[in-house]
């Protein structure tokens, strides 16, 4: 009798454990007692990414839900630069610019490099003008990569016309090369038209 007394109590206990449990679990209920709107989604909801919670709290500390994080993607555009190749019958000079990364990340960039571009050709003495217009000229489909790296701090010329730059030192593209040469873009122009595998 001992035990059948402890088994119904158990019973009544694990009964009221289960109505407890499905009170909080009611997804009807939409109040915390005190009247106050309270997020809807189950803990830890993950909500896709572009549809954040739509609950009465969403925004706020109560609210359960996390968007999904945005996934760097391959981006690429093509920039048309100011100068053109005279000698090569006024061909126009572009290069494409691409990149895996996040869209706040890419935002801004293509502009940012065309008009560093812009300005190291402008700048440039004689010599580094015929280089832009040689390793810009459109028939060579130069491409820059622009990408987060900590194998090299500003830039990695990875093959005739083909430059890759880090996407945290592009502000430092028109600083003075610690090695000489100009500017580390005109150095990098350089070594992309003779296929000087070198990085800075
Ligand atoms: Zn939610
Ligand atoms: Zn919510």
Known sequence: MKNWKKLNV?????????????IGCDPDKKDNG???????????????????????????????????????EFRETTIIFNFINTRMGNAICSAKIQGTLLNSEWSGVPESLKSTIDEAYSTGNTVA????????????????????TT???????????????????IDK????????????????????DSN?????
């Open 10 to 22: 158990l019973g009544i206990v694990i009964i009221f454990v289960m109505a407890f449990g499905f």
């Open 151 to 169: 194998e090299y701090s500003i830039f990695k010329v990875t093959g005739v016309f083909t430059l890759s730059l880090n996407i945290d030192n």
């Open 34 to 72: 005190n009247n106050d709107p309270i997020c809807e989604c189950p803990n830890g909801t993950v909500h896709p990414l572009g549809f954040p919670c739509t609950c009465p709290v969403a925004g706020t500390s109560a609210c359960n839900c996390t968007e999904e994080a945005e996934q760097p």
């Open 129 to 148: 003008k015929s280089v832009f217009e040689d390793t810009f000229n459109a028939i060579y489909n130069a491409i820059i990569t622009v990408e987060k």
């Open 196 to 200: 000087n595998l070198i990085m800075e």
């Open 173 to 192: 593209l028109l600083d003075q090369s610690v090695l000489g040469g100009g500017v580390n873009i005109v150095k990098a122009v350089r070594a992309m």
